[in-house]
C-alpha cells in the first residue's frame, strides 16, 4: 500500500510539475504575441585585422610613409586630435564586438560570393517546449531564394518528438510478418495424430507432398486444415496495424524530426541569453548584380502546432564589388588587308553516262549536286561586296578509254556545263531585273538596252578547260579504302607508277580488284569544278589596307562582363592588356595580373589595381600609395575602396579618408 501511496504522490508531482511548465510557456507566448518579439539577422564582427608592418628607418606601429602626386612626404597612422594641444596623437581603436550595420560590402572571387551573416533568436524566443523555424530568404536582382532552415528545438520539444517515434517503434514490432504465427499448431497435430495419424507421421518425414495429394489421400486440402486452425481475429487486428500504419505514424509522431533543407537543427536545453548561429551562404555572380538582401522570418511550433508566426526582419544589404566593372569596354579594332580580286572554287560530282557529256538532272544524284551549284551561283550573282567577273569549269573524267578520247570528253562536258549554268544565270538576272523594276529597250542600232537595274547586268564568260582523266582522286580513294587488302593497294600503286596513263589503265583491267575500283570510285572521278573570279564593288586598288573591329577581343570584353573570367582568358590571353589583367585578378590569378599590369602607365585604373594586388600581397606600403595616388587622379576610388575587402581594411585602419577635402 505504501509503494502505492509513493508512485501516486510521484504522477502527482510530475503533473504539477509539467502543469507549471505549461503554464510558463503560456505566459511566455503571450509576451511574445504582446510584444511582436522577432528573431534577427545582423553582420558579424569583422575579424580581419591587417598586420602591423615596419616602414623606413624609424618603425612605427600602423604608421606609413607614403608621397602624394606632386612628390611631397605624407605620413598616415591611426591617431585622433588632441583637443587641448590640438595635435594629432597616435591611438590604438578597439572594434565593437556588436556591428549594428545594416549593410556590408563583399567581394567576388572566382565568380562566387560569401554571404556572412547571423542569426540571432533572443531568450524571450526559447522556450524548453518550443520550435522555432526560421527561414533566411536572398533576393537578387529579380529572384528570391528561400535558404536553408535554422531549426532551434527545446529540450521537452524534442524529448516529446523521440517519445512519439518511440511509440510509433513499439507500434512497428506489434506487427508480425510470419503467418504461422496465428496457427494453433498444437491443436492442429492433436487433431491431425487422431483423425489423420498418416499424416501426422510425415511430421518427421522430409518427403515433399503436395497440396493435391493430400487432398487426394484425406479429403481436405493442407490449405483447409490450416485455416481452420488459425486465429482469425489475431490475424485481422494483425492486417488492420499494417494498413493504418500512416495514420498511426501521424497519431504517435505530431512533430517529425525534420532533416531536407535544414543548415542547423540544434537542441537548446537552457535560457542563459540569445542564440547565435553564425551563417554563411556562398552564391554564383551573374550579369548585372550589385546587391543583394536576405530578410528573416519563421514560425515557433508546439509539437504539430503553430503558436506564433515571427514577423519578416529588417534586410541585410549587401553590396558587391567586382573586378569586371574595371573593364575597359573600348572597341579595338585591327588592321586587315583587303585584294580586290579574290578566288573561290567549288567541286560537284555531276555525273555523266559513259562517252557521254550532256547533263541529265535525272542521273544518279544530279539534281541534288545541280541545285548544289545554283545555289553558290546566285549567292554570288547577288552579294553586295563581291561582283563576279568570270567562271572556269573543268571536268574530269575515269580513266576508261584513251586519254586523247577522255581529254576531248571532258573539254565537251566542261562546254556542256557552261551552257547549261549560263542559262540559269540569264534567269537569275532576269528575275533581279524584274524585281528592281527594270526594262529594255532597243536602240538605234537595234541593241538591247537595260534600265533601272544595276545588279547583275553585266554579261559574265564563262572559261571552259578540260580536266582530263582524275588519276589524283582515284589515288587518294585506294589508299584510305578499308576493303582493299595492303597486297593489293602495292599492286595498284605499282602500276600507277607507269608514266603511260593507258598503259597504266590496261595493266589495271587484269587485275581482280579492277571492277571492285570501277563500280565503288569511278563515277565519282567524273566531277566538274568551278573557280568562280571575284572582285570587290567600287574597288579601285588591288589592295587595301583598312580597321575592322576585333570581335575576338570584344567577345572576352563580353566575358568579362558576364563573370565568365575563365572564358575571357580564352579570348584575352594573346593581347596581354588591362583587360587580361582584370579577367587575371577576378580569378585570384595575382602574379599574372601584376606582371601585365607592371609595366603599364599609371593611370587610375592600373594604380588602383596594383594597390589591390599589393593588398593581397600583404605589402601596405605599395598598396596604400597606389590607392592614394588613383584616388588623386580619379575622385571616384575614395568611394570604390570601400567596396573591395582588401582596400576597405586599409582605409580603416589608417583612417585615409578623415578630412574629405583633403588633396592627394
Known amino acids: 500500500m505504501k509503494k502505492i501511496l509513493n508512485r501516486l504522490a510521484l504522477v502527482s508531482l510530475l503533473g504539477l510539475l509539467v502543469l507549471s511548465g505549461s503554464c510558463a510557456s503560456r505566459r511566455k507566448l503571450q509576451t511574445v504575441q504582446r510584444e511582436q518579439v522577432s528573431a534577427a539577422l545582423r553582420l558579424p564582427a569583422r575579424m580581419e585585422a591587417p598586420p602591423t608592418i615596419e616602414v623606413g628607418t624609424a618603425p612605427r606601429r600602423d604608421t606609413l610613409r607614403v608621397t602624394d602626386l606632386d612628390g611631397r612626404e605624407m605620413i598616415i597612422m591611426q591617431a585622433i586630435r588632441d583637443e587641448q594641444t590640438g595635435e594629432m596623437v597616435a591611438t ?6 556588436m556591428v549594428t ?20 533568436v533572443p531568450e524571450r524566443m526559447q522556450d524548453s517546449h518550443w520550435q522555432l523555424r526560421l527561414h533566411p530568404d536572398l533576393f537578387v536582382l529579380e529572384d528570391s531564394l528561400r535558404l536553408e532552415d535554422v531549426v532551434i528545438t527545446g529540450a521537452d520539444y524534442r524529448k516529446a518528438q523521440l517519445r512519439g517515434y518511440e511509440q510509433y517503434a513499439k507500434f512497428l514490432g506489434r506487427i508480425v510478418t510470419d503467418t504461422l504465427a496465428f496457427v494453433d499448431l498444437r491443436n492442429l497435430e492433436i487433431w491431425l495424430e487422431r483423425n489423420i495419424p498418416q499424416v501426422y507421421a510425415l511430421k518427421a518425414d522430409t518427403t515433399y507432398v503436395s497440396d493435391e495429394q493430400f487432398a487426394s489421400y484425406f479429403g481436405v486440402s493442407e490449405a483447409e486444415a490450416v485455416e481452420h486452425y488459425t486465429n482469425k481475429f489475431l490475424r485481422r487486428r494483425n492486417e488492420w496495424r499494417k494498413a493504418n500504419r500512416e495514420r498511426m505514424f501521424r497519431k504517435y509522431i505530431k512533430a517529425p524530426l525534420l532533416a531536407d533543407g535544414i543548415r542547423l537543427d540544434t537542441v537548446i536545453r537552457g535560457q542563459a541569453g540569445e542564440f547565435i548561429y553564425n551563417y554563411v551562404q556562398t552564391i554564383t555572380t551573374r550579369p548585372k548584380l550589385r546587391k543583394a538582401d536576405i530578410r528573416l522570418c519563421g514560425e515557433i511550433y508546439e509539437q504539430d502546432r503553430q503558436l506564433y508566426t515571427v514577423p519578416q526582419s529588417d534586410p541585410l544589404t549587401f553590396y558587391i564589388s567586382s573586378v569586371a566593372a574595371f573593364v575597359d569596354g573600348t572597341p579595338r579594332y585591327k588592321t586587315v588587308i583587303l585584294s580586290r580580286n579574290v578566288e573561290t572554287n567549288t567541286t560537284s560530282n555531276i555525273d555523266f553516262r559513259t562517252g557521254r557529256f550532256d547533263i541529265d538532272e535525272r542521273l544518279g544524284s544530279n539534281e541534288r549536286e545541280i541545285r548544289f551549284v545554283k545555289e553558290n551561283l546566285r549567292n554570288l550573282l547577288l552579294n553586295e561586296t563581291y561582283e563576279l567577273d568570270s567562271i572556269t569549269i573543268a571536268a574530269s573524267a575515269s580513266p576508261e578509254g584513251t586519254v586523247k578520247a577522255n581529254n576531248q570528253l571532258t573539254y565537251k562536258r566542261s562546254r556542256a556545263a557552261a551552257d547549261y549554268f549560263n542559262r540559269y544565270i540569264q534567269y537569275v538576272r532576269d528575275s533581279v531585273r524584274r524585281a528592281d523594276g527594270a526594262f529594255i529597250t532597243l536602240g538605234a542600232d537595234g541593241r538591247e538596252q537595260i534600265h533601272g537595274s544595276g545588279r547583275a547586268s553585266a554579261q559574265i564568260p564563262f572559261l571552259s578547260r578540260s580536266g582530263g582523266e582524275n588519276w589524283l582522286a582515284l589515288d587518294d580513294f585506294v589508299r584510305v579504302d578499308s576493303l582493299l587488302t595492303e597486297g593489293q593497294k602495292a599492286d595498284y600503286f605499282r602500276l600507277a607508277a607507269l608514266t603511260d596513263a593507258d598503259e597504266r589503265e590496261k595493266k589495271m583491267r587484269s587485275e581482280t580488284w ?34 575592322e573591329l576585333d570581335s575576338a577581343y570584344m567577345h572576352g570584353v563580353e566575358a568579362i562582363r558576364d563573370h565568365d573570367y575563365e572564358r575571357a582568358l580564352t579570348y584575352l590571353t594573346p593581347y596581354q592588356d588591362f583587360n587580361t589583367a582584370v579577367a587575371y585578378v577576378a580569378l585570384d590569378r595575382n602574379a599574372s595580373a601584376m606582371a601585365i599590369l607592371d609595366p603599364l602607365p599609371r593611370t587610375a585604373p592600373v594604380n588602383y589595381m596594383l594597390s589591390l594586388l599589393h593588398a593581397r600581397a600583404g605589402d601596405e606600403q605599395n598598396a596604400v600609395q597606389h590607392y592614394l595616388v588613383a584616388c588623386g587622379q580619379d575622385r571616384s576610388y575614395v568611394s570604390r575602396g570601400n567596396l573591395d575587402p582588401e582596400i576597405a581594411a586599409l582605409i580603416r585602419k589608417y583612417d585615409l579618408h578623415k578630412e574629405p577635402d583633403e588633396e592627394y
Open 514 to 547: 579492277y571492277k571492285y575500283l570501277t563500280e565503288r570510285y569511278y563515277p565519282r572521278l567524273r566531277t566538274v569544278r568551278f573557280t568562280f573570279a571575284l572582285s570587290r564593288r567600287g574597288m579601285l586598288k588591288d589592295t587595301v589596307h583598312t580597321t
Open 101 to 120: 550595420a545594416r549593410f556590408r560590402n563583399v567581394a567576388e572571387r572566382h565568380g562566387r560570393i560569401d554571404l556572412e551573416f547571423q542569426v540571432v
Open 92 to 97: 590604438e581603436q578597439l572594434e565593437a564586438a
